[in-house]
């Protein structure tokens, strides 16, 4: 059915049910000769009289009367669907679909949602932890969390988290036998630890800046991973350097476990951002879980 067929069958039956153009002109914020056209295109449409037009009345003819009884359970499911969206809106109800990085889900949004959820039992979340970007209008998430610095322009991005830095560390029984490096050159001597990249399958290059001068170097040893967890626990077992984000790394670090080196060359960047389609109109538990996340520090 097109768009301008239902207008037309909710103007008769708005004109049935008040009896009257006058009245029903004004419930629809219309004309009464505008409104006159409608029902005259509908009947012309249909090829039938729907309505008796008398100086005094109006009511629907015997074809009317059977139109109405077909057509105001139709009407009435619509009223109730478009009332149950408005509800949706103004209610915190519904389920809200994020992509995510595992770090972020644990780190960021498990501590907002766990403070959340409780006051807000009609609110549904479902996290979907993937380290690859995944188109969120395709696959119908309501939102995604990576890093800022990777959203496309064309979406919005809301902070919700601080800035992140790298950090390249080693065990101290690593240090023991193997001195520090003070410049990214000094890489090539180590055994490092190497991150294979979930979206094009290459190993990540580690990238270091001091200043404006931007290096990406490629390392090399007997480690290879795509679990940031695991590089840690090899690092700290002392088969070499891991270049990691920073917080991954504070526990063992406090700990004593490992060791920071070339912090001089691992400036803060960008971290993490709740982003969505620039056009979404945000429900309101979407606009209460985004208000949740929001970084404030």
């Given amino acids: 059915m097109r768009r301008e067929e239902l207008v037309d069958l909710n103007a008769f039956a708005t004109v049935a049910e008040e009896r009257s ?28 009289r729907l309505l008796t037009r008398t100086t005094r009345n109006v009511a629907p003819t015997e074809a009317g009367e059977r139109m109405l009884r077909a057509l ?10 478009v009332a149950s969206a408005r509800e949706m809106r103004q209610k915190p109800a519904g389920t809200i679909r994020i992509t995510t990085l595992e770090h972020a889900a644990h780190a960021v949004l498990w501590p907002a949602l766990e403070k959340l959820l409780p006051n807000y039992p009609d609110i549904r979340v479902e996290l979907a932890i993937e380290q690859s970007f995944t188109d969120i209008v395709a696959e119908r998430f309501d939102a995604g969390v990576r890093l800022g610095e990777s959203i496309a322009k064309d979406m919005v991005a809301v902070r919700i988290g601080p800035d992140l830095r790298m950090a390249v560390v080693g065990s101290p029984a690593y240090f023991a ?5 003070r410049t990214p050159q000094d890489l090539a001597h180590h055994q490092c630890i190497n991150l294979r990249l979930p979206t094009a399958g290459g190993l990540y ?16 040893g007997q480690l290879v991973f795509n679990d940031v967890p695991l590089m840690l626990r090899a690092a700290a077992a002392g088969f070499g350097l ?52 929001r970084y404030r520090g």
């Fill in 21 to 48: 153009f006058t009245r029903a002109a004004a419930k629809l914020a219309t004309s009464q000769s505008a409104l006159s056209h409608t029902i005259n295109r509908l009947e012309a449409r249909v090829g039938v």
């Fill in 72 to 81: 105001n359970p139709a009407l009435g499911a619509i009223a109730d669907a």
């Fill in 177 to 181: 036998t193997h001195p520090a490096p």
């Fill in 205 to 220: 290059a580690w990238e270091l800046q001091k200043g404006r001068r931007e290096l990406h170097v490629r390392v090399d």
């Fill in 242 to 293: 891991a270049c990691v984000p920073d917080d991954h790394t504070a526990a063992m670090t406090a700990e004593g476990r490992l060791v920071r080196v070339l912090e001089d060359w691992c400036p803060p960047f960008s971290g993490y951002h709740l982003y969505y389609p620039s056009r979404r109109q945000p429900s309101a538990a979407f606009s209460l879980l985004v208000d949740a996340l």
